[in-house]
T-cell receptor, first 116, second 110 residues
Framework: DGGITQSPKYLFRKEGQNVTLSCEQNLNHDAMYWYRQDPGQGLRLIYYSQIVNDFQKGDIAEGYSVSREKKESFPLTVTSAQKNPTAFYLC???????????????FGEGSRLTVL | DAKTTQPPSMDCAEGRAANLPCNHSTISGNEYVYWYRQIHSQGPQYIIHGLKNNETNEMASLIITEDRKSSTLILPHATLRDTAVYYCIVPDTGGFKTIFGAGTRLFVKA
């Protein structure tokens, strides 16, 4: 079945360590996104990519990095520069529709990162 | 900042219609309204979207006012499984910065 797969589902890391979250989609979508969600809060946009080999910062990009070498993959690295990395991370994808710009977002099940 | 305003929480009795309001007074003529919901600890799920006409699908109905400054998501027969956070979204035109506010937490009670 088509969809978005995020891994790992749960991740623990020590302070000062970088960690990479995986996001893979087989929906043939051009656009991909990373969001962060803190308890009781909405989603905040970290990075997004409209096309392979191109990406833009969202509202809270500091301390994060991404790459988009393949259409189906958009990994997120949480670096040691991110001061409060403990959060729920959500990856999404969408078509790029000239008339509607993005269409609906399809989300993965999320990765919960805890920094010890 | 989110381009929409929603009440933080609402209650609904099981089997009754749940009507979730959303204000989007700054919406422009070619911007769509999207609704998503998020069940605890899962990724958000798309529900429905519309431009200016009312829309209905197997999950819900979307009523958009004539001036497009507000809309209402209707779950016709709410069940306990509809307890979730519901987000009303107006994505940026020409961009990809879809912003999610805090949404409305709907509690469906038996």
């Amino acid at each position: 079945d088509g969809g978005i797969t995020q891994s790992p589902k749960y991740l623990f890391r020590k302070e000062g360590q970088n960690v990479t979250l995986s996001c893979e989609q087989n929906l043939n979508h051009d656009a991909m996104y990373w969001y962060r969600q803190d308890p009781g809060q909405g989603l905040r946009l970290i990075y997004y990519s409209q096309i392979v080999n191109d990406f833009q910062k969202g509202d809270i990009a500091e301390g994060y990095s991404v790459s988009r070498e393949k259409k189906e993959s958009f990994p997120l690295t949480v670096t040691s520069a991110q001061k409060n990395p403990t959060a729920f991370y959500l990856c999404a994808s969408s078509i790029v529709d000239v008339g509607r710009n993005t269409g609906e977002l399809f989300f993965g099940e999320g990765s919960r990162l805890t920094v010890l | 900042d989110a381009k929409t305003t929603q009440p933080p929480s609402m209650d609904c009795a099981e089997g009754r219609a749940a009507n979730l309001p959303c204000n989007h007074s700054t919406i422009s003529g070619n911007e769509y309204v999207y609704w998503y919901r998020q069940i605890h600890s899962q990724g958000p799920q798309y529900i429905i979207h519309g431009l200016k006409n009312n829309e209905t699908n197997e999950m819900a109905s979307l009523i958009i006012t004539e001036d497009r400054k507000s809309s209402t998501l209707i779950l016709p027969h709410a069940t306990l499984r509809d307890t979730a956070v519901y987000y009303c979204i107006v994505p940026d035109t020409g961009g990809f910065k879809t912003i999610f506010g805090a949404g409305t937490r709907l509690f469906v009670k038996a």
